[in-house]
């Protein structure tokens, strides 16, 4: 059995990641709420803060969701005014 360290989630960053989840289509809802959290946090914890913060979950996205969605991820970012740019794979 693993554990999860809890983390801190800065509010308006949080705020915008419920916005997008709620937005993605509901078959793919929950998965993508579960893998990016977890990354987000994984990010958050490997710079070192006890806060996930914008840029952990934006590269989240980038990360866990797959290719084939990545140009409704960009639309979705860019609704909730993520600052997505900076961290998307060149």
Do not use: C
Request: proline share 4%.
């Amino acid at each position: 059995m693993t554990t999860q360290i809890q983390l801190k989630w800065e509010s308006q960053s949080l705020e915008k990641f419920n916005t997008v989840i709620r937005k993605i289509p509901l078959f793919h809802r929950e998965i993508a709420k579960q893998v990016v959290t977890k990354k987000a946090a994984l990010n958050a914890q490997a710079r070192g803060s006890d806060t996930v913060e914008e840029p952990d979950i934006v590269r989240a996205f980038f990360s866990e969701v797959p290719k084939a969605f990545y140009s409704l991820m960009i639309r979705l970012l860019d609704e909730v005014k993520f600052n997505y740019r900076e961290h998307e794979p060149k």
